[in-house]
C-alpha cells in the first residue's frame, strides 16, 4: 500500500527555515518521480519543488527558487525540502506526491498519491 507522510511543518518567523520531511512507504523511490505542493487558503494547489531519484534532477517554482532545495535518501525512502529565507507568503499547507512515473513537472494531475499535509505558516 503506497503511503506519503509529511512532518517536519510549524510557525516560524519571516526570515527563518524549516525542513519538511515526506517519509514513503509501500514503494520505492528510485523509479519516481516526488512533487512538493502546497495550498494557501482560497488558492489553487501550487506546485513548489520536484526531484526524480534515478538521475536527482529537480525542478522548481520560481518564486522559491534559491531559497528552498529539495533531497532525496533513498535509503530511508524519504524526501526533503530544505526551506530558507521563509516570507508570508509561503504559509500554506504543504503536500508531498508521488508522480505516476518518472518525469519532471509539476502538473498536479500527474501526481496519483498523496500525503495528507503538514501545515507551514510564516508570521512574526
Known amino acids: 500500500q503506497v503511503q506519503l507522510v509529511e512532518s517536519g511543518g510549524g510557525l516560524v518567523q519571516p526570515g527563518g527555515s524549516l525542513r519538511l520531511s515526506c517519509a514513503a512507504s509501500?514503494?520505492?523511490?528510485?523509479?519516481?518521480?516526488i512533487g512538493w505542493f502546497r495550498q494557501a487558503p482560497g488558492k489553487e494547489r501550487e506546485g513548489v519543488s520536484c526531484i526524480r531519484s534515478s538521475d536527482v534532477s529537480t525542478y522548481y517554482t520560481n518564486s522559491v527558487k534559491g531559497r528552498f532545495t529539495i533531497s532525496r535518501d533513498n535509503a530511508k525512502n524519504t524526501v526533503y525540502l530544505q526551506m530558507n529565507s521563509l516570507k508570508p507568503e509561503d504559509t500554506a499547507v504543504y503536500y508531498c506526491a508521488r508522480r505516476r512515473d518518472y518525469g519532471l513537472g509539476l502538473y498536479p494531475d500527474d501526481y496519483i498519491y498523496w500525503g495528507q499535509g503538514t501545515q507551514v505558516t510564516v508570521s512574526s
Open positions: 509501500g514503494f520505492t523511490l528510485d523509479y519516481y518521480t
